[in-house]
């Protein structure tokens, strides 16, 4: 059963940066979408960036410009560069991937996703 593990969360003061790493374990398919999502307590999970097997990304409104989404292949493994942050940044970051490998549109997935990770928690706070 695949396997997702996100690291890198933590508190940084507003204006700062932090790098989130998803390694993805038992991968069976050639292709891929991971995308990193968030959630705050009481408002829907959002898209904030995808990336597909080949590389191509897509970016919520909201991030675009401050947000950089990468990938290692072997072993499959997924990065999220955040820089520019703020508070309306803080929530709780998910990992996860679908097969089908399309891209979305605002930094989602275009299909069901497959699995997700854990969550991991960033706090923007001064």
């Known amino acids: 059963q695949v396997q997702l593990v996100e690291s890198g969360g933590g508190s940084v003061q507003p204006g700062g940066s932090l790098k989130l790493s998803c390694a993805v374990s038992?991968?069976?398919?050639?292709?891929?979408?991971i995308a990193w999502y968030r959630q705050v307590p009481g408002k829907e999970r959002e898209g904030v960036a995808a990336?597909?097997?080949?590389?191509?990304?897509t970016y919520s409104d909201s991030v675009e410009g401050r947000f950089t989404i990468s990938q290692d292949n072997n072993p499959l493994k997924v990065y999220l560069e955040m820089t520019s942050l703020g508070s309306e940044d803080s929530a709780r970051y998910f990992c996860?991937?679908?097969?089908?490998?399309?891209?979305?549109?605002?930094?989602?997935?275009?299909?069901?996703?497959?699995?997700w990770g854990q969550g991991i928690l960033v706090t923007i706070s001064s």
């Open positions: 996860a991937i679908e097969s089908h490998g399309d891209l979305g549109v605002q930094g989602r997935c275009k299909y069901l996703i497959d699995a």
């Open positions: 038992k991968w069976k398919w050639d292709e891929h979408c």
């Open positions: 990336i597909d097997a080949d590389g191509k990304t």
